[in-house]
């Protein structure tokens, strides 16, 4: 693509758009039947360290003659470089416009992606609403957490995966191999064929009428072929479960540049806010001797010297003291660091501290969330002062002198007694530090960093009101 070698020159960060990194899949396309292109509407960086994509990335190039390649959002100098040249959106390891791909697959992570979604599309050059795209045009699917609630943007996607992907997404791409072998595909086709796959919604089969407030009044599928409800998937074993152990290794930065290596799925607690302790269910853990096996292949094809235990809430892993034994035992003597982020206070023990010593990480999250009991509990989030203080004296009897503490603003039924508890409990983690008699060289740091509550849908506070502007800034 000659423009593009052009452009290259004029944007910032020009290795966000050429791909051709270790480990990234090519193929060869006259062997290839179907070409998938699997956007994620951020940046490389960020996209580059979201574990889904790269286990659906890894899991959709295992069939042989499907080729799935990934695009992420241009940053605005290339865009406006990529209009001016008349470059469509590509995708990274063919420079081919995705416009000309089978599917076009977007992973929705957080409400605040849409627009950046949306305008990939028109990027492309596709129509935005699948309405307006013709027969011809690829099939636009849309899946991660959001699409749990895909009424919001159901009219720019042809069909959502509901649920997992790694399994559903390998059946759909056979689908449509099949229909395009046997010469019975057409879009429409395809798709009622596709709604009586588990964990597929198509919104065009569905007549959905709504209340005056946007909420949804009926919901009735039009054809009697159709299910009436739409159950998400779930891969049920982690251990036989495809995951990636060919990581790609970015030519630059990226948020999580290290290898991610997923313990466990779902989360144990019910904290009434978070949407991936809810459809994240249920718990699936990983064996420690898988988890071991994995670290190594990713290690072997890599050369990360950084493995970061992935999770929702590490320190629920059943298997975390052997898993950790085992890794330590390998990682220890090749200098290779091993991190476990996603601690929580009240499931820290001494054995864990010990753990985290050997692993040189150097400081400790904890998320509170809210300063004051009365609203832990009222947020479920099953956490005493006294959880917390315990979990800090471990880590400082242990040398950590850094902790952070995360918080949240605007959370139901919050006061402002509540808010200033997050002061008296960060407060209360320094005088802990000085209470000791033996404490670490280093002075100690606590960050204390508040976001703002977000009422996420499938979650107890769905319809619970978020601040405004106005109220978080004055908080
Ligand atoms: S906030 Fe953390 S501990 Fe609570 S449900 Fe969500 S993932 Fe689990």
């Known amino acids: 693509m000659q423009n593009l070698s052009t452009i290259l020159k004029s944007v910032s960060k020009p290795g966000r758009y050429t791909g051709g990194e270790f480990g990234q899949i090519i193929k060869d396309k006259k ?10 509407p951020d940046t490389y960086e960020i996209g580059m360290s979201n574990l889904g994509v790269r286990i659906l990335y890894g899991a959709l190039n295992q069939i042989e003659d499907v080729w799935c390649e990934r ?5 605005p100098d290339m865009e406006e470089k990529m209009k001016e040249y008349n470059i469509p959106l590509y995708a990274l390891e063919s420079k081919d416009p995705i416009k000309d791909f089978d599917i076009i697959a977007t992973s929705l992570q957080y409400e605040l992606c849409y627009t950046t979604a949306v305008n990939m599309i028109k990027l492309a050059g596709l129509p935005l609403y699948a309405r307006d795209r013709g027969e011809d045009a690829p099939v636009l699917l849309a899946g991660g957490p959001c699409a749990y609630n895909a009424e919001p943007v ?20 056979e689908l449509m191999k099949k229909m395009k072998r046997n010469g019975t595909y057409t879009k ?10 588990k964990g597929f919604y198509v919104p065009s089969l569905y007549d959905v009428k709504y209340n ?8 009735e599928p039009m054809f009697d072929d159709v299910p009436k409800k739409v159950e998400k998937r779930i891969v049920s074993d982690l251990n036989t479960s495809y995951f990636p152990t060919k990581p790609i290794v970015p030519f630059i ?6 290898i991610m290596l997923e313990t466990f799925r779902g989360c144990i607690r019910g904290c009434r806010f978070c949407q991936a302790g809810m459809v994240f269910r249920p718990v699936r853990e990983k064996s420690a001797e898988v988890l071991n096996a994995q670290a190594k292949e990713m290690f072997e094809n890599s050369g990360y010297n950084e493995i970061s235990l992935t999770s929702l809430s590490i320190s629920d ?6 898993a950790t034994d085992l890794l330590l035992e390998w990682t220890n003597p090749k200098k290779i660091n091993l991190s476990l982020p996603s601690l929580r206070a009240d499931s820290f023990t001494k054995e864990l501290m ?10 400790l999250t904890f998320a509170p969330e809210a300063g004051t009991q009365r609203l832990r509990d009222a947020i479920n989030k099953n956490l005493y002062e006294s959880d917390l203080m315990n979990a800090v004296r471990l880590a400082f009897e242990g040398g950590k002198s850094m902790v952070k503490l995360y918080f949240m603003n605007g959370l139901p039924t919050e006061t402002y007694e509540d808010i200033e508890g997050i002061s008296v409990l960060a407060k209360h983690v320094v005088d802990e530090f000085y209470k000791m008699p033996v404490r670490p060289k280093k002075p100690v740091s606590v960050t204390v960093s508040v976001s703002c509550f977000v009422p996420k849908p499938h979650t107890p506070f769905q319809w619970e009101p978020q601040n405004s502007l106005e109220e978080l800034c004055e908080k």
């Open 212 to 219: 005056e407030d946007g909420t949804i009044k009926s919901f």
């Open 188 to 197: 429409s086709a395809f798709l009622r064929e596709a709604s009586h796959l």
């Open 31 to 40: 062997k290839v039947n179907l070409r998938i292109a699997f956007c994620f």
């Open 71 to 75: 695009v992420y959002a241009p940053w």
């Open 354 to 363: 010990e753990k985290i010593s050997t692993v040189r990480q150097s400081g």
């Open 253 to 258: 930065e990226t948020v999580h540049d290290r």
């Open 317 to 322: 892993y059943s298997c975390l003291t052997q």
């Open 154 to 173: 159901a009219d720019f996607y042809d069909i959502f995966s509901i649920g997992e992907g790694e399994e559903a997404l390998p059946e759909l791409a």
